[in-house]
């Protein structure tokens, strides 16, 4: 009779597992979006998108984990092509002086930009970055032309062997040449550049610990550590490392982000009260019931001392299934694709003419 029991146990937690791995694929909730906005399909089958990156107001660049590819489409005739194939694992996208960058599993390779629109001419900036539980992720390009990549970590928490895992890479787009940047970033998946105040990136912390640790927020200060893997629960922020100035729930990896413009319809604070950043959460297997699966809007204000920031961080929309790449359009409206279940593409609108620039 004991032994019934603990198999009738033994599978309820093994079809609650499983139901809770692909809730946000099959649940069939429509996601829904704070009052004054709403959220429309733009496009279907796009893969696995994990990059979004627009060339003008109707063409958008979308990386394609699951085919190896950085696919063009049009939002109004969803026409499409492929700019560049054969890639492995891409992620993230960044164009400047004619040229692509784009990072793969651990690689960042450039491109010249031809005259019909092709990625040709590859040049290798930088290779053989260990590639383990996650990956190189997004690249931005600096103001002052320096390319960062995002290098995930290996494994959940050990030491690293190669010093270019779990951390911010700067490299110098002509030669590869190339270093960390800020190191202790376990899997920082995106990041923006805010103009007047410097650079914001999200990164996700190791599982397995129940309430420990939450999502983050960081602001980028060169040459400095951000505590994994030393971040334990009793030191969350060990001696001599960065805090974030913003956190969100543990494990529900906090990851696409961007910079609401000014003139965006959606909420967001005034230049003169600071600024307001936006981001995707994917949602985890690593939590017991669903969470996550939503947008954030990230309140920032700047504070008295030199790269000092304090944040005010709510759900603008939820059911959102498992959103990752996430971007304004030139006219401030906010797309962002869900990576599975064949990819999709959505936009979030005002429902009203004009909307405040800040509420």
Same mark, same amino acid.
């Given at each position: 009779?004991?032994?019934?029991?603990?198999?009738?146990?033994?599978?309820?937690?093994?079809?609650?597992?499983?139901?809770?791995?692909?809730?946000?694929?099959?649940?069939?909730?429509?996601?829904?979006?704070?009052?004054?906005?709403?959220?429309?399909?733009?496009?279907?089958?796009?893969?696995?998108?994990?990059?979004?990156?627009?060339?003008?107001?109707?063409?958008?660049?979308?990386? !394609?984990?699951?085919?190896? &590819?950085?696919?063009?489409? +049009?939002?109004?005739?969803? /026409?499409?092509?492929? %700019?560049? $194939? *054969?890639?492995?694992?891409?992620?993230?996208?960044?164009?400047?002086?004619?040229?692509?960058?784009?990072?793969?599993?651990?690689?960042?390779?450039?491109?010249?930009?031809?005259?019909?629109?092709?990625?040709?001419?590859?040049?290798?900036?930088?290779?053989?970055?260990?590639?383990?539980?996650?990956?190189?992720?997004?690249?931005?390009?600096?103001?002052?032309?320096?390319?960062?990549?995002?290098?995930?970590?290996?494994?959940?928490?050990?030491?690293?062997? !190669?010093?270019?895992?779990? &951390?911010?890479?700067?490299? +110098?787009?002509?030669?590869? /040449?190339?270093?960390? %940047?800020? $190191? *202790?970033?376990?899997?920082?998946?995106?990041?923006?550049?805010?103009?007047?105040?410097?650079?914001?990136?999200?990164?996700?912390?190791?599982?397995?610990?129940?309430?420990?640790?939450?999502?983050?927020?960081?602001?980028?200060?060169?040459?400095?550590?951000?505590?994994?893997?030393?971040?334990?629960?009793?030191?969350?922020?060990?001696?001599?490392?960065?805090?974030?100035?913003?956190?969100?729930?543990?494990?529900?990896?906090?990851?696409?982000?961007?910079?609401?413009?000014?003139?965006?319809?959606?909420?967001?604070?005034?230049?003169?009260?600071?600024?307001?950043?936006?981001?995707?959460?994917?949602?985890?297997?690593?939590?017991?019931?669903?969470?996550?699966?939503?947008?954030?809007?990230?309140?920032?204000?700047?504070?008295?001392?030199?790269?000092?920031?304090?944040?005010?961080?709510?759900?603008?929309?939820?059911?959102?299934?498992?959103?990752?790449?996430?971007?304004?359009?030139?006219?401030?409206?906010?797309?962002?694709?869900?990576?599975?279940?064949?990819?999709?593409?959505?936009?979030?609108?005002?429902?009203?003419?004009?909307?405040?620039?800040?509420?």
């Amino acid at each position: 009779m004991m032994r019934r029991h603990l198999l009738a146990v033994a599978l309820f937690l093994v079809a609650l597992l499983l139901v809770r791995q692909i809730y946000p694929y099959v649940s069939g909730n429509e996601p829904t979006v704070v009052d004054g906005y709403e959220i429309h399909l733009v496009a279907t089958d796009l893969g696995g998108p994990t990059c979004l990156v627009w060339v003008n107001h109707t063409h958008l660049m979308v990386c !394609d984990r699951d085919s190896g &590819a950085i696919t063009e489409l +049009n939002i109004e005739s969803d /026409e499409r092509r492929t %700019l560049l $194939s *054969g890639l492995d694992r891409p992620h993230g996208l960044a164009l400047g002086d004619g040229q692509a960058f784009v990072s793969e599993a651990g690689r960042l390779t450039a491109h010249n930009i031809s005259q019909t629109g092709l990625f040709v001419d590859e040049r290798v900036l930088v290779d053989g970055v260990p590639v383990g539980n996650h990956q190189t992720n997004t690249v931005d390009i600096l103001p002052n032309g320096t390319l960062l990549c995002h290098s995930g970590s290996t494994c959940n928490i050990c030491d690293e062997k !190669d010093g270019r895992n779990a &951390a911010l890479l700067w490299v +110098n787009a002509s030669t590869g /040449e190339h270093g960390v %940047l800020a $190191s *202790g970033v376990r899997n920082s998946f995106d990041g923006v550049w805010v103009e007047d105040h410097g650079y914001f990136f999200t990164d996700n912390g190791r599982d397995w610990e129940g309430d420990h640790p939450p999502e983050e927020l960081n602001f980028m200060i060169p040459g400095e550590n951000y505590g994994w893997p030393e971040d334990e629960p009793e030191t969350p922020v060990p001696e001599g490392t960065q805090g974030p100035v913003g956190t969100w729930t543990p494990h529900t990896s906090m990851n696409g982000l961007d910079v609401r413009p000014v003139h965006s319809p959606l909420p967001g604070l005034s230049p003169a009260e600071g600024f307001t950043l936006y981001a995707t959460v994917y949602g985890s297997w690593n939590t017991l019931l669903p969470q996550g699966h939503e947008i954030l809007r990230i309140d920032v204000y700047p504070g008295d001392g030199e790269a000092t920031y304090t944040t005010e961080i709510t759900r603008f929309a939820w059911d959102a299934g498992t959103p990752l790449p996430l971007v304004f359009h030139p006219d401030g409206t906010l797309y962002y694709a869900i990576f599975g279940n064949g990819g999709s593409l959505y936009a979030i609108h005002s429902t009203t003419p004009t909307a405040p620039s800040s509420q």
